[in-house]
C-alpha cells in the first residue's frame, strides 16, 4: 500500500477553490453562486483535513466540523434570503438585482 | 499503482468535473448535482486521509442537509435556466481569468511547500485513521467554547431563517 | 479622621445641592429648594467644624494634610493629582467661607423670596460654594485654577442673574471678561511655575523653591504673572472695574460673592504662594504698591457716591487694597486676618444695605432716603456695628486687622521710603473710609426721610434675613478679638495659628521681618526693648489710624448731620474734582476709548471679514468641496453590481496572495 | 489473477455482494407478495391466490409485467435526471443493506466475516450518511418529470424526509450513548446478557420512547402509510412517480421496500440485540430451533400439497416442502445449527417488524400534509431530544455524583 504525497491533496483543494471563485465570479443565479461558495468551503475543507492528516494533529477535522457547522447555518438564512428575493422581484439574476446602481 | 492512488486520482478526477460542470451547467439542478458529485469525492477522499468520521459528516450534512435544501428552493421557486445577461464587464474581462490565475498560484506554490512535501499513507491503514473517539474528546474538551458558540450560532440561524420566511401579516 | 480622610465630602455636599436644585428645583416648592439649598451649605458647614477639630489633633508633622483623590491628567512630566489638603491657612479659610456662605444662603430665602427663578439663584449659589471651596481646599495650581474659574462663572451668572434687564446682563460679560484679562496672566504663571519647578504641587513646589535657589528674576515674574490674576479676580487698579458694575446682581449675591469669598480669593492665593513671593522683593513691592494705591484711589471714590451698593463696592475695592497691602509687606497673616474680619462685616454691611433695600422696596439712591433709624431699628444697628467695624474703632474686629495692617507696614517702612508713602496712603485711606462709611450710615439712618412715606411702606426685614444680620453683628465685634492680647504685648493667636504655613518655607531675611511683626517668634532681635503692656494698649489705642479713623467720623457728621448742605457748596466750588470722583475718574471711557474700540474694529475687519469669511471658511468649503468631487468619481466603483463586486474581491485575493507567496518567498 | 490473490477482500466481498443481492431481490419480492397477502386478511380477502400456489409466483409475474410494459419517457423532461432518479433510488436503498451484519463477526469465511458486507466501524453513521442521500431519488425524480403533481410529491417528499431524519437521527442517539460506539457489533454485542435472568438486555427497554419515535420517523423516512404523501393518490395522482412507468416505477417500488427492510434491520440492530438470541445461551435446545421451525413448515406445506393442491400448483408446492424440508434438515446438523443461529434470529426479527409494518398499512387513515409536518417538528422532534437529554443525563448521572 504505497503512499499519496500530501500536497497532491492540497493542489486539488487549491484547484477546487480556484474553481470555486470562477463560479462565483460567472455564474449569474443567486442559488449558484451560494453553491459556489460551499464549493469553496469544500475545498478548504478538503486542506483542513490534509493537514490534519500530514501533522497528524485532530484540530484540522475539528476545524472541518466547525466549517461545515457553519455553512449549514448560512445555507439556511441565505437561503431563506434568496426566497424573500424572489418573491419580491421575478428574477433570481444577481445583475437584476441592482437598486444600489448608482 | 495501488488501490489508494487509483481512488485518489478517481476522485479527484470526478471532483474537478464536478465543479466544472456546476460552472458550465445553465440549469440550477445540474449545477446542484454537480456539487453533489464534489461532495462525494471529496468523502471519498477524506475516507483515504483516514478521516472516516469527516466524511461520514460530511455526506449527511452537506450532501443530505444542505444541499437537499438547495434542490428544495430550487424545485419551490423552479428556478429555469439563467440568462446570460451581461452588465458587469470588468466580472467578464477581469474576473475570471484572475481567478485561474489565483487557483494556478495557490496551486503551484503548495505543491512547492515544505507541508505539501510531507508523505501520508493512504487509507486502511486502521492505526493511521483518527479515532472518532479522540476527535470527540478534542471538541468536548479544548473547543468546548467554540462548539457552544456554534450551537448559539445555529439557534440564531435558524431564528433568523424563520423571521425571513415568515409572510407578513 | 472620618472627614480629613473623605475632605472630598465637604466638596460633594454643595456640589449635590447645586445639583439638585438645578435638575429638579424647577418644579418644587421654595420651602424644599431651601432645605435642599441651604441644608447642603449648613451641612458642609458643620462637616467643615468636623474637618478642623481632627486637623487640630495632627502632630505638626503631619500638616499640610493632603488627601490624593485619583490622578486626573498625566502627560509627560505633567502629572495632576486631583488632590485636596488642609492646612491652618486653609482652616480659616474653611470655616470662614462655609460659615458666612451659610448665613447668606439662610438670608436669601428672604430676600430672594419674591423673585423668578429661585430655584435656579440657589443652585448657582450652591455652585459657588462648591468651586469656592475647591478653590480654598486645592493642593495643587490647577485644581486651585479649576475653583478659581468656577467661581469666576458663578459670578458671572449671579451677576446676570436678572439677565433680562440688559444692564444686569452687560455687568455679568464686564465682570467676566475683564477677570479673564488677569487670568490669562494667572494661566501663563502656572505654566511658568510647571516649567520651573517641574510641578505644580505646592508642597513639591515650595520645598523645592526653599532648598535650592532658583534666579529672582524668574520667580519675580512668576509672582507678578500670578498676581495678575489676583488683581482681575479680586479688582484691584487697573481691573477693577469690574466689581461696582457687579453690584447689579441680587445683594445676598454682592455680599457672598463680591465681598466676603470669591474677591478676596486673589489675597488667598498670594497668601498660598507667600513661599514663592517672599522670595521675590519686587513682586513684594508691586503687591504693596498695587494694593495701597488702589486702597486710596478707591475710597477717594467711594466719598461721592450717592448708589448704597456702590458706596460699599468702592470700600470692597479699597479694603481688598489694604489686604494686598499687607501681603506685599509681608504680613500674610495680618492679611488673611483682615480678610476674615473684612468677610464678616462687610457681609453683613452688604446684607444691611440688603434688607435697607428691601424695606425702601428697591430704592438704592442714599439721598432718597434718611430717618430709618426707628423704622428698621435691627438693620440699623447692625449696620452701625459694622461700620464702626470697618472704621477702624477700637475693640471692633476691623479695629485689630486694619491696625495689623497698617503697623505691619509701618515696620517694614523703616528706612524705605517707598513703603512709608504706601503706609501713608494707607492711613489715609483709613480716614476717608470711615468718612464715607459714616456718611453712609447718617444719610440712610439719620435726618428727615427724603422719600414719599405714602408709596414707599417702609418694614423690618423678616427673621430670616435679620437672624444673619444679628450674627454677623456679633462676629463683627468679636471676630477680633483673637488679636486682642497683643494691644499689651502678649501674642496674636490668629498670627500665631498660622505661622507654620508662612515661617516653614520661609527665606531667612523674610523670617526677620515676619519675626518683627510677630513678636510670637522669638529671638528678639537686639536693640527691640521690650515695652511695658499698658504703654502697648495706649499706643495701639492713641495709634494714628484710630485717630484717622475718629477724624473721618467727625467730618461726616460735622457734613451730613450738622450742616447738610455743606457738601453741595463744595461741590460745587470743586466742581472738576466732584464730576471726576463722581465719574470715577472716568477710567471707564478711558478704557473704552483705548481698548474696547480698536479691539471692536480689528475684530469686525481684519478678523471677521478676512480671517473668518476667508481663510477659515475657503478651507471648510473647500474640503467639502473636495469630498464632494472625489466621491462623485469614485462613485463609479460602486457599480450595485453584485459580480463586479466579486471580480474586486478576487483582484484583491490575488494580490494578497503574490504579496504573501512571492515577496515572502513561498511558504518555506 | 495475482491481482485478486493479492487482494482476498475483494472477492471475498464481489462474492458476499452478488449473494446479498440474490437475497434482497428475492425478499423485496415476496415482501410485496407478504404485503398483499397481510393486508388482504386483514380486509377479509384472499389476495393473490392464482398465479402458483397461494400466489406464491405474483412476483414474479409482477416483475415480467413491469419488464414487458412500455417504457416511455416524457418529451418535456429533463432526460438524464429523469434516467438518473430511479438508478439513484434503488442504488442507495441496496447499498444500505451492506452494511447490515446478519450474524456475529466471529463467523469468518477467507479471514472475512462471513454475515457483512463492509465491516465498518462506524456503520451507523455510513447507514445514515446513505440513507439521508436517499431523498435525491424522490426529490429529482419529482423535479425531472416537468409536471405538476410529481413536482409536488417532490417537494413533500424532500420536505417530509429531511424533517423526520432529524428526528430519526436524535432518536437513534440515545442508544449510542448506552452502547458507546458507532460500530454495529459493538451496539449488538452490548446488548448481550439479561436482567433478573430472564429479560434481555435489549435497548428497547430502557429506550421505550426512542424505539417509538425511530419507528415513527422510520416509517415517514420510508414514505409508507400513514405518511405516504408523496404519493397520496387522491391528491396528486401518483406523485413523484406519476410519470414513471415500466420498469423505472418498478425500481422505486423496490427502493421503497430495500428501505422499509433496512430501517427494520436497523431498529433490530438497535433496540431488539440484532442476531442474539432471547433466550440465554444455557439452553442449548435453541440451537435446533431454526431447524425445527422449518420442519413444522415443510410438515404444513406436505399436508397442503396433499390436502388442498391440484395439478402444477401440487407440484410447486411439493418443491417447497423438500426445500423447507432439506433446509431444516441441514440446520438440524448442530455445527449449521450453530452459523444459521445469528441470521435465524435476526430475520424472525425483521420478520416481525415489517409484519408490523403492513399491519400499520392495513390499519391507519393518511395524514394530511399540515399535520405530518406539525407533528414531525412539534411533537416528534422535541419528544425525541427530551428522550436524549434524559438519557445523557442518567448516564452522566453517576459521574457527576463521584467525581
Known sequence: MSAIPISWYLVLSAVLFGLGVVAFVFKRNVITIFMSIELMLNAVNLAFVAFARARNALDGLVFVFFVIVVAAAEAAVGLAIVIMLAQHRESLNVERVNLLKL | MSVPIILFFVCALLAVAGAVLLILAREPIHSALALVLVMMALAVLYLLLGAPFVAAVQIIVYAGAIMVLFVFVIMLLNAGVEERTDFSKIAKWAGVPLGFFLLLLIAHFLARSSIGTAIATGAGAAAEQASTRELSVQLFRQYLFPFEATSILILIAILGALVLARKDE | MLLLDHLWIILALPLAGAAINGLFGKRWPQSVVNSVAVG??????????????????????????????????????????FALQVDQLTVVMLLTVTFVGMLIHIYS????????????????????????????????????????????????????????????????????????????????????????????????????????????????????????????????????????????????????????????????????????????????????????????????????????????????VSQLGYMFLACGVGAYAAGIFHLMTHAFFKGLLFLAAGSVIHAMGGEQDMFKMGGLRERIPVTYWTMLIATLAIAGIPGFAGFFSKDAILEAARVASHGNSTIFILWLLGVVGAGLTSFYMFRLVFLTFFGKPRYDEHKAHVHESPKNMTVPLMILAFLSIFGGWFAAPKLIGGIDHFEKFLSPVFSAYAPRVAQEEIRVVNPALPPVPPGYSEPSAGMELLKALTGVPVIVAVLGLLAAWWLYIKSPDTPKRWAQSLRGLY????????????????????????????????????????????????????GSELRQLQSGNERSYATWVVIGAVGFTVLLLVLLGGMR | MGFITQHPVLVVSLVKIAVLLFIVMTALAYLTWLERKVVAHIQSRIGPYYVGAHGLLQPLADGLKFLFKEDMTPPTSDRLVYLLAPFLALSLALTAIALIPFGPPHVTWLGQPLFVVSNVDIGLLFLFSITSIGVYGVALAGWSSNSKYPLLGGLRSSAQMISYEVSLTISVVGVL???????????????????????????????????????????????????????????????????????????????????????????????????????????????????????????????????????????????????????????????????????????????????????????????????????????????????????????????????
Open chain 3, 40 to 81: 447642603s451649605v449648613s451641612l458642609a458647614f458643620l462637616a467643615a467644624a468636623e474637618t478642623v477639630r481632627e486637623f487640630c489633633a495632627l502632630a505638626p508633622d503631619q500638616i499640610p494634610f493632603v488627601g490624593n483623590y485619583f490622578t486626573w491628567m498625566v502627560a509627560g512630566p505633567f502629572r495632576v493629582n
Open chain 3, 109 to 316: 430665602t428672604g430676600y430672594m423670596a419674591h423673585e423668578g427663578g429661585y430655584y435656579r439663584f440657589f443652585s448657582y449659589l450652591n455652585l459657588f460654594m462648591f468651586f469656592m471651596l475647591t478653590l480654598v481646599m486645592a493642593a495643587n495650581l490647577i485644581v486651585m485654577f479649576v475653583g478659581w474659574e468656577g467661581v469666576g462663572l458663578c459670578s458671572y451668572l449671579l451677576i446676570g442673574f436678572w439677565f433680562l434687564k440688559k444692564s444686569a446682563a452687560d455687568a455679568g460679560k464686564k465682570a467676566f471678561i475683564v477677570t479673564r484679562i488677569g487670568d490669562l496672566g494667572f494661566t501663563v504663571g502656572i505654566l511658568l511655575v510647571f516649567a520651573v519647578f517641574q510641578s505644580v504641587d505646592f508642597g513639591t513646589i515650595f520645598r523645592d523653591v526653599s532648598q535650592n535657589p532658583r534666579s529672582e528674576a524668574v520667580l519675580t515674574a512668576i509672582c507678578i504673572l500670578l498676581f495678575t490674576g489676583a488683581i482681575g479676580k479680586s479688582a484691584q487698579l487697573p481691573l477693577y472695574v469690574w466689581l461696582p458694575d457687579a453690584m447689579e446682581g441680587p445683594t445676598p449675591v454682592s455680599a457672598l460673592i463680591h465681598a466676603a469669598t470669591m474677591v478676596t480669593a486673589g489675597v488667598y492665593m498670594v497668601a498660598r504662594m507667600n513661599p514663592l513671593f517672599s522670595r521675590a522683593p519686587v513682586a513684594m513691592l508691586v503687591v504693596a504698591i498695587v494694593g495701597a494705591v488702589t486702597a486710596f484711589y478707591s475710597a477717594t471714590i467711594g466719598l461721592v457716591q450717592t448708589d448704597i451698593k456702590k458706596v460699599l463696592a468702592y470700600s470692597t
Open chain 3, 579 to 630: 464730576l471726576l470722583l463722581l465719574n470715577k475718574y472716568y477710567v471707564d471711557e478711558i478704557y473704552a476709548a483705548l481698548i474696547v474700540r480698536p479691539l471692536l474694529w480689528i475684530s469686525t475687519n481684519v478678523l471677521w471679514h478676512v480671517v473668518d469669511e476667508g481663510a477659515i471658511d475657503g478651507v471648510v468649503n473647500g474640503t467639502a468641496r473636495v469630498a464632494r468631487e472625489s
Open chain 4, 177 to 403: 450513548l448506552l452502547a458507546g460506539s458507532l460500530s454495529f457489533n459493538d451496539i449488538i454485542e452490548g446488548q448481550r446478557g439479561y436482567w433478573l435472568h430472564f429479560i434481555p438486555r435489549w435497548h428497547v427497554f430502557p429506550q421505550i420512547i426512542g424505539f417509538l419515535c425511530y419507528l415513527t420517523a422510520a416509517i415517514a423516512e420510508t414514505n409508507r402509510i400513514p405518511f405516504d404523501l408523496p404519493e397520496a393518490e387522491t391528491e396528486l395522482v401518483a406523485g413523484f412517480h406519476t410519470e414513471y412507468s415500466s420498469f423505472k416505477f418498478a425500481m422505486f417500488f423496490m427502493a421503497e421496500y430495500a428501505n422499509m427492510i433496512t430501517v427494520s434491520c436497523l431498529a433490530t440492530i438497535l433496540f431488539f440485540g440484532g442476531w442474539l438470541s432471547p433466550f440465554p445461551d444455557s439452553w442449548t435446545w435453541q440451537n435446533y430451533l431454526p431447524g425445527a421451525g422449518l420442519l413444522l413448515l415443510a410438515a404444513y406445506c406436505a399436508y397442503d400439497t396433499v390436502a388442498n393442491m391440484r395439478g402444477i400448483a401440487q407440484i410447486q408446492f411439493a418443491v417447497v416442502t423438500l426445500l423447507a424440508g432439506g433446509g431444516g434438515l441441514i440446520s438440524l446438523y448442530p455445527p449449521a445449527a450453530a452459523v444459521i443461529q445469528g441470521p435465524f434470529w435476526f430475520t424472525t426479527k425483521i420478520l416481525l417488524i415489517l409484519f408490523f409494518y403492513i399491519w400499520m398499512r392495513g390499519t391507519l387513515p393518511r395524514f394530511r400534509y399540515d399535520q405530518l409536518m406539525s407533528f414531525g417538528w412539534k411533537l416528534l422532534l422535541p419528544v425525541s431530544l427530551a428522550n436524549l437529554v434524559i438519557t445523557a443525563f442518567v448516564i452522566i448521572w453517576p459521574l457527576l455524583r463521584h467525581g
